[in-house]
């Protein structure tokens, strides 16, 4: 067995998607809501069984690699090697010598090379001095919270780290420029980072993915870019993918169950400073959906310590929407005067730790937010706050915690709560017909298809297959199947049934060629309609069969008395007598079959 083989046979794919997403069991599978696409009910169906998953809402599926490679964003060789551990396989050298993951290494490699170049300049080369003194004197950051954070100084020499690379490492200019660690600029390799202080950025798994660098005010000797910038999009860096201090914040997140977000690196520095050490930065304005995605593993209970002016109530409301999709407990944290938490601390640390023990939820702040920024007296008021608050409260998941919402709405702009439902259905009716032009139609196949695929996977997923599949045949005797892979897999199980009674799907799986297996597994996973008891499979099977012959019937007739009318037209008696009983025949059998189904 090859060793890829030898990792997914002793990985149980059931225990490692519990691992990140809670499971139900769902008669023979379990059921989960979907981590790759936004949905309420649970279309994501894993197979113990088959040791495969398969999303019916967004198509996306297969094994124990495909699983992580999706969920954990690696490439094939990174999941390889994560699985292996797991599963105590010891891996070949071979497999790493080429390809992405090599790749991916060599700039964690090259990043780390940077973090401690940086740090060194920082700490202990006169160069850092300044920078140094900034930190420990303005920004009050210790030596202690400089180790913690792995903190850093890039040097103003346009080329300090790049020469250090090259010369002392022996890494290649393209190496650098692929780490967005350096550039070129009129043939000379350059720094990307300059006379900035050093935020290292580390993913959950404790990968050095890129850097924040931050001027150090007021300037000295003037600076390029804004007050921060990051490292550019990388092959490991993606903006709105990571937070600034996940790494030392997570076992804490997962302690309280809490996360407390805000802007800033030096927010969370401060707060760590303060002994709150569940605090961690987003790199941009809200939340994004990968964020909310990386955080559902740590938590479900989150804080919202953004700024109080206008971009952060913007950022709050869009990072609410991510949120309240995937079921996050929201607060949001008032802090004393508007300042951000790390001035805030700094003034008085009292009072910062006061609003922080009375954070509210975030739709009291969204409603206080409202009705504070109009006058509910006034029409235009009214209006205003209801198409402020409406759409935000009708995104609420939970009806209790909604109605509760709603109804003090209608008290305070003393209206009725019909009134505002009737509103609510209006937006909503707005979104649909918005929704209807940008989305694709769920299911754009024809009936029989669909039909064809939930008589296999009847068959299959039932206890009693091989009893199932006689009936089934029995039902479409002369019938033509429209899928060819679902005809063939049928043919197999015929095949199958003559030797074995009893249905070993491992076995059956195992027999089917490659390029059938897909359709097989769907049909395995496919989720039933409705929950059916077992002698209900036989009914539904039936059913099914017989709509499907009806179809082709139908179909066949049509055909015919096309064929027919063109016989008539050529003057063809003989052949024209054979259609007339064919058909009449096929009208018969269409009017009896009709009789039984209905
Ligand atoms: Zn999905």
């Known amino acids: 067995m090859d060793q890829v083989a030898q990792v997914r046979e002793k990985i149980d794919l059931v225990s490692l998607i519990q691992e990140y997403i809670p499971l139900k069991k769902a008669g023979r599978n379990f059921k989960a809501v979907c981590p790759f696409h936004n949905e309420k009910t649970p279309s994501f169906v ?55 993951s090599s790749k991916k290494d060599k700039i964690y490699a090259l990043n780390r090379l940077a973090l401690d170049f940086y740090h060194y300049v920082l700490t202990k080369h006169k160069a850092g001095k300044k920078a140094l003194s900034y930190l420990e004197n303005t920004r009050k950051i210790d030596n202690k919270l400089i180790e913690t954070f792995a903190l850093g100084f890039s040097p103003k020499e346009g080329n300090a780290l790049s020469n250090f690379l090259v010369a002392k490492k022996k890494y290649q200019k393209g190496d650098l420029i692929e780490a967005g660690i350096s550039f070129e600029y009129r043939g000379q390799l350059m720094d990307f980072f300059r006379n900035r202080v050093m935020f290292p950025l580390f993913d959950h ?32 860096y993606h903006k709105g993918g990571m937070f600034f ?31 709150y050490k569940n605090a961690i930065a987003i790199k941009g304005t809200a939340l994004t959906e990968d964020q909310a995605n990386l955080l559902a593993r740590f938590t479900k209970n989150i804080a919202l310590c953004l700024d109080q002016d206008v971009a952060g109530s913007q950022a709050t409301k869009r990072s609410f929407l991510v949120l309240e999709e995937k079921g996050f407990a929201t607060t949001v944290v008032l802090t004393p005067n508007g300042k951000d938490p790390d001035e805030a601390i700094k003034n008085d640390p009292i009072a910062f730790k006061k609003a922080l023990k009375s954070d509210i939820s975030i739709y009291d702040y969204f409603f206080s937010n409202a009705f504070s920024s109009f006058d509910k007296e006034t029409t235009s008021g009214t209006r205003k706050i209801t198409e402020e608050l409406l759409p935000i409260f009708m995104q609420i998941g939970n009806e209790v915690v909604k109605e509760h919402f709603l109804k003090k709405l209608a008290k305070e702009l003393n209206t009725s709560y019909e009134s505002l439902l009737r509103e609510i259905e209006k937006i909503e009716k707005k979104e649909i017909a918005k929704d209807e032009i940008i989305l694709p139609t769920k299911d754009k196949r024809e009936r029989t298809e669909i039909l064809e695929e939930y008589l296999l996977a009847l068959i299959i997923q039932s206890e009693n297959p091989a009893e199932i599949f006689e009936y089934a045949k029995e039902s479409l005797k002369d019938y033509k199947f429209r899928t060819a892979s679902i005809e063939k897999i049928i043919g197999f199980l015929n095949i199958y049934f003559k030797t074995h009674r009893q249905f070993d799907v491992k076995q059956f799986s195992n027999v089917l060629p490659q390029e059938l297996l897909k359709t097989f597994d769907i049909c395995f996973l496919l989720p039933m309609p409705k929950l059916l008891e077992e002698e209900e499979y036989r009914d539904e099977a039936q059913k099914a069969a017989k709509e499907l012959r009806l179809l082709f019937l139908k179909d066949k007739i049509k055909f015919l008395s096309q064929d027919l009318k063109n016989k008539e037209k050529d003057q063809k008696p003989e052949e024209i007598k054979k259609l007339e009983e064919e058909l009449s025949e096929l009208i018969h059998l269409l009017s009896t079959s009709s009789s039984v189904i209905q």
């Not at 197979?47 to 996306?60: M, T």
């Not at 997570?250 to 303060?274: A, C, H, P, W, Y």
Request: glycine share 12%.
């Open 46 to 100: 894993i197979s113990p069984e088959r040791q495969i998953w398969h999303c019916f809402g967004c198509q996306k599926g297969g094994d124990c690699f495909t699983f992580l490679m999706e969920y954990e964003k690696l490439e094939f060789p990174e999941a390889l090697r994560t699985l292996a551990k797991k599963a105590g396989v010891e891996l070949k050298e071979s497999f790493f010598q080429t390809g992405l």
């Open 205 to 236: 798994r404790n990968n050095i993915v890129g850097f924040s660098g931050r001027v150090i005010d007021p300037p000295a000797g003037g600076s390029e870019g804004g007050k921060y910038i990051n490292t550019r999009e990388t092959l490991v």
């Open 245 to 275: 201090g996940l790494n030392t914040a997570k076992e804490e997140i997962k302690k309280l169950d809490k996360v407390i977000v805000t802007e800033g690196e030096l927010d969370v520095i401060s707060m760590f400073s303060q002994g």
